[in-house]
C-alpha cells in the first residue's frame, strides 16, 4: 500500500538519454593495424580523450560509459566480426534505449582517399559489410556516420586482402590524422546537433 503511494509522488523512472558512438572492426590481435580496423582505432583514441575506460563486455561488444561535458555517451566496438557488427549495435541501443539520432557508426571507406574523413546522416551499406549487418539489424539505413577514406586496392589486389592488410607506411600519418579528425567530429556532436557537425567538418 505504502509501495503504491510513493510511486504516485514519484512516477516511473525517466530514461537517460545517452549517445552512443560505434566503431567497426574485428576482433583479435591478426587484425588489430588493418585497414578494416581503422573505427576501432577512433574508439580506442576516444576513450583516452574522454577518459572512458572500454572495460566492459556484454552485447557480444566491449564497450565503456562516462560522461563528457553533462552527456553520457557510450563507447562501443563490436566484437561480432565485421559481417554481424549490426548484432552488438542493436542490443545495447534495445537494452539503453538509444533513439537513432543518439547514434553515430564509424568505418572504413573504399571510396574515399586516405586520411579522407566523411559525415552522412544516410545512406546504403555501399558493399560494407559491417554496414549492411547495421542496416538489416536497425531496419533502416538513416542513421549518423562517419565514413574514413583508405581508397580502393591497385595492382589487381582483391579487396578482402586489401581491407584486411595493413596501411603503407607513408600512408600511416594520413590515418592518425584522420583518426584523430574522427574522435574531434564525435566530440563536437556530442554538443551540437549532427548536420551541423557534418556542416563543419565534410569541407
Known amino acids: 500500500m505504502f509501495r503504491k503511494f510513493l510511486n504516485r509522488w514519484t512516477g516511473p523512472k525517466e530514461r537517460v538519454r545517452m549517445k552512443l558512438i560505434v566503431g567497426l572492426g574485428n576482433p583479435g590481435k591478426q587484425y588489430e593495424n588493418t585497414r578494416h580496423n581503422i573505427g576501432f582505432h577512433v574508439i580506442d583514441e576516444l576513450a583516452n580523450q574522454l577518459d572512458i575506460p572500454l ?3 556484454k552485447f557480444k561488444g566491449l564497450f565503456g ?7 553520457k555517451v557510450v563507447l562501443l566496438k563490436p566484437l561480432t566480426y565485421m559481417n554481424l557488427s549490426g548484432e552488438s549495435i542493436r542490443a545495447i541501443m534495445d537494452y539503453y534505449q538509444i533513439e537513432l539520432e543518439d547514434f553515430v ?3 572504413d571507406d573504399l ?3 586516405v586520411g579522407k574523413i566523411r559525415l ?3 545512406g546504403s551499406a555501399g558493399g560494407h559489410n559491417g554496414i549492411k549487418s547495421t542496416v538489416a539489424h536497425l531496419g533502416t539505413q538513416e542513421f549518423n556516420r562517419i565514413r574514413i577514406g583508405i581508397d580502393r586496392p ?14 603503407n607506411k607513408e600512408d600511416l ?5 584522420a583518426v584523430n579528425k574522427s574522435a574531434e567530429a564525435c566530440k563536437v556532436w556530442l554538443e551540437k546537433p549532427f548536420l551541423q557537425v ?4 565534410n569541407q
Open 55 to 57: 572495460n566492459q563486455s
Open 65 to 71: 560509459i562516462g560522461f563528457y561535458k553533462g552527456e
Open 105 to 107: 557508426v564509424i568505418y
Open 111 to 113: 571510396d574515399l582517399p
Open 120 to 122: 552522412r546522416q544516410k
Open 154 to 167: 591497385r595492382n589487381g589486389m582483391k579487396v578482402p586482402d586489401y581491407v584486411l592488410g595493413r596501411f
Open 173 to 177: 600519418p594520413l590515418t592518425k590524422e
Open 198 to 201: 557534418m556542416n563543419e567538418f
